[in-house]
RNA sequence: GCCCGGGUGGCGGAAUGGUAGACGCAGCGGACUUAAAAUCCGUUGACCGCAAGGUCGUGAGGGUUCGAGUCCCUCCCUGGGCACCA
């Protein structure tokens, strides 16, 4: 492969034009173009028709009574000062054929641009080069717009703003009190990475191996307060809503993932100081020796309903009698009066749950069915997914940062005792603080914790397991605190392993995943011939003979009291249904997804329109003072002291407030994704200065139809979108539930790029496995040193290919088509220049045969044209089937071939029959071009006026199929047999499944197949093939 | 580890369970040209065969079916996302 893109730029000079001169063109006085292209000339017409689109207005958004509508939107763009690539283009061209074609299928469409402004890479960038972000952004935004323009895209520029407005972000600001009103807006303080030398927080990038990147000083956590949207209250419905929207699927199962609903219980643990309680290690199991009881003896007799309703009464005081003599502290009036327990056999049930629990030495207060806290004792909670493997907890264990550590520790000091234990725990929970998320969370590290010298109870065998701090266990999910079961989780497992904590088996594992996880130690102990039923023992004896944890929802529990023999569903039904009854927690759902963070301590972002008062009461800047404007000053470098820049800026942060009193503003500024979940919204009304929209519009053009961009916003952008959305539809303002109806997005544009191998002593940035060198310096070095990689196009990699060099060598309609041609939507493309020479050809042969057959050319030939079908108005027909379905479902680069072959059959019938002048042969002319305007509106309308038709291919009508048209008369039947094909015959199209018969045994080749063999069956087809099945 | 994609000629790719390789790139042969470029025509999955024709062939292996690139199971490779989320 040429490793130079441009290796094969076309040397084709832009001659001027040869026109043949035995078709002079039209006569007509429209003085576009006054001789006729035999070939694809783009610098003889392209740019002359962007300036007539451009000065007819031709892409204004039309809002017609009666019309469809149709919403066309490409994501929302940062400007960046590299400008486009033909890579962005990818993005923006197909979305501008379907939204031309909807045009001209008589749709209303809007299909607006706008640029994302706001933001850090500006902010940095303008620093970088000491001036304002405002003018630069302009400046981006100007070169932006040039290159969209020269490609063609038919945006309707008088729609377009950028976010960074005072006339749009007023409007962001009123977004922001809506959801302060509604409480989804909330400060509190986070943590951040925090360097105490510097005074300022640190980005994760900027933190080094736990130092700070510019210092060294080791980096810790710190909290400052942060605004907040409180997106978790919406995660369920982001998570349903998945369902109604046509998204590909695999960002949706990345929005489900982000979300990450997990079903489980979450249940209160007490913790115990001393060892009197029942240990794991004591062998007095649940249900067995001492717990074979009296009451598990009822309980049993319950079970089997070996006492009826009407004795119900009796046996409960009955039942109270015994449980008080077990010295159980049940204090209840009554339980007969239980409400909401009605069957006898749930009281009991509800009795002997509390049975288990105070044996455990919890006390209740049956009034309120609310555990009490022991006055001595604690409680922490804990949320599992995995409630039936509660019989195996061996262990529980605390995040470092979680508030009951603290406690226990108080409760060691009141003590007086544990002084050992107490600094280890210290000083664990200080390494954790200094450590950074990065290496907290770095891979295959090894657990590390700390055991605090407390016990928890296992409420359902009244087992004490200890307690230890670990940071495996995040502060940030569930409680911060689980129930360990190594026997059942990976990660458990590893932690018993490393500090010795026994693992209690909980499954019997089946025979494959014994021989497959043996540990090398009982293969070396000569074990490794051991039959099945002795490794299933001796992990029964001790499951740490085994390398992993056993994870299986489908086997039957063992040593799980009540539950042994059920499995997940059940077990966890059965187990959650008891916790509840007894007060000790309830089923849950809990979201991984956190709340948005919208705080930046940076200068260029749309301002939080709040103030505090003297007591640092908060207050909403009231809406007709909107928009609270961002100063224009001279310097706005993030401060040292890790606030906003604007903190120091006077005249800013000095206000009143809505009372009248004086203020202090808030400093900070919201992040740019706030702005981007509703830029939508306001292309519907961009210039309405009295609202954010006005309903009646957003009603007309929402939810955006087709929403086309990169899928590395899956999550982000997307999600928050959705979310600002649902409040907004909460609240009246907007119709829909949900922005984006069909999301699509497309494939990455890669450049190829050399890189060198590193010399001995240089370093590999992460992921890389090379050193990013220029084309000049790949040329300058020895070939061996050199390798080239296919990576994205970007400035930073000096791979880019720009849409002005492509359309200087190539044309724009060119290479609009290569884009669609190239590769499907979204598929990755590897892109070089060849490719944009094919395209280049097909159009000078569209060129071609149009200038051939224009002299030929009827435009009355609708009036002309017989009903019946001859082969060229059935390729027409087919054609524009074909390239209709192919963009409205996004398989541009079908529908480019789709014209390709159109064209090809034209001229093989040119070829075949001379009667150039039949109607069919207008109709077929004339469809071409329309079919070609959304890929190629350049040459289509170069065309078009060459065919002597005033105006733009965008103003006529889409060309309609008719499917009687389209349909061969003759097929090709293919003849199989045994599902081999052996011969093809050509019948009617109406042909009978019995003549398909007859016509295929009548072949010689299958006749010849068939020799010495008896057909058993005939399968036909109609329309398709004959399978004759014979042995 | 988990969750999504994707593996089809030299290359990009096409193909509602029904003739695998459309369309294009590159290659080869030819026409035009003093020549080249451009353009046009033909040809191009592999193997066997003079030909007619045959055999094989969509990452690997199984299965369902009259028929599988397409559906099901197992596995391999590859791109992306998430990742100590209980």
Known sequence: MSSEPWAQRSRREATPSASNPNFPGRSGS??????????????????????????????????????????????FPYPSGAGLSVGHCRNYIPTDVLCRMKFMQGYNVLHPMGFDAFGLPAENEAIKRKSHPAPMIDQYAATYKRQMDLVGISYDWSRSFKSCEPSYYRWTQWIFELLYKKGLAYRKNAEVNWCPKDKTALANEEVVGGLCERCGTP?????????????????????????????????????RNWIGRSEGVQFRMRVVFDPGTPSLDSDDRAGSGEGESELEALKREVAAETFADPDAEARINEIKGKLDAASMEVHSSDLGELPGFDSAKEKIDMAMARANIEKSGRSFDLDDFEVVKNPDGLTFEVFTTRIDTIYGVTFAVLAPEHPMVDQIIAEHQRNGDQRATIDAVQAYREKVKRETETERTAEGREKTGVFTGSYAVNPANGRRVPIWIADYVLMGYGTGAIMAVPAGDQRDFEFAVQFGIPVAPIQEPDEDWLAANRSADLQSTGTDGVVPSQALQRYLQDPKLFKAAFISKDKPLINAGEQTGMKFEEASKSLGEWIEACGLGQRKVQYRLRDWLISRQRYWGCPIPVCYGKDGEMMLIPENQLPVELPDVESYEPSDDGSSPLSRIQDFVNCTTP??????????TMGGFACSSWYFLRFCDPHNDDKAWDPKRVEHWMPVDTYVGGAEHAVMHLLYARFWTKVLFDAGLVPVKEPFQRLRNQGQVLGYTPYRKPHPGETLDVG????????????ALPEGEVFWKWVRMSKSKGNVVTPEEAVDAFGADALRLFELFVAPFDADVEWTNDGMNGTARFLGRVFKLVSELAPNYDPTWRSKIPDAADEVRRATHKTIQRATDDIERFAFNTYVSALMEFLNELNDLRRKGPDASSPSWSEALETL?????????????????????????????????????????????????????????????????????????????????????????????????VNIVAN
């Open 929 to 1025: 071009v329309l079919l070609l305007a959304p890929g190629a509106p350049h040459s289509a309308d170069e065309l078009w006026s060459s065919l002597g038709k005033e105006g733009f291919t965008y103003h006529a009508s889409w060309p309609l199929s008719d499917p009687k048209l389209a349909k061969d008369d003759v097929l090709t039947v293919a003849v199989q047999v045994n599902g081999k094909l052996r011969d093809t015959v050509t019948l009617p199209a109406d042909a009978s499944k019995e003549l398909m018969e007859t016509e295929a045994l009548a072949s010689g080749k299958v006749q010849a197949h068939l020799e010495g063999l008896t057909v058993r069956k005939v399968i036909v087809i109609p329309g398709k093939l």
């Open 219 to 255: 980096v810790e956590k710190k909290a400052i307060p942060q605004w907040y949207f409180k997106i978790t209250d919406y995660a369920q419905r982001l998570l349903d809503d998945l369902d109604d929207i046509d998204w590909p699927e695999g960002i949706k199962a990345m929005q």
């Open 659 to 668: 009372e009248g009193t004086l203020g202090r503003r808030e400093t900070d």
């Open 30 to 75: 429209r003085g576009y173009n006054e001789l006729m292209l035999d070939r694809y000339e783009p610098k003889q017409f392209e740019e002359a028709w962007r300036k007539r689109w451009e000065d007819a207005d031709l892409f204004r958004t039309r809002e017609e009574e009666g019309r469809p509508k149709f919403y066309g939107l490409d994501f």
């Open 768 to 779: 890389e496995d090379g050193i990013l060198i220029s084309r000049e310096e790949a040329a």
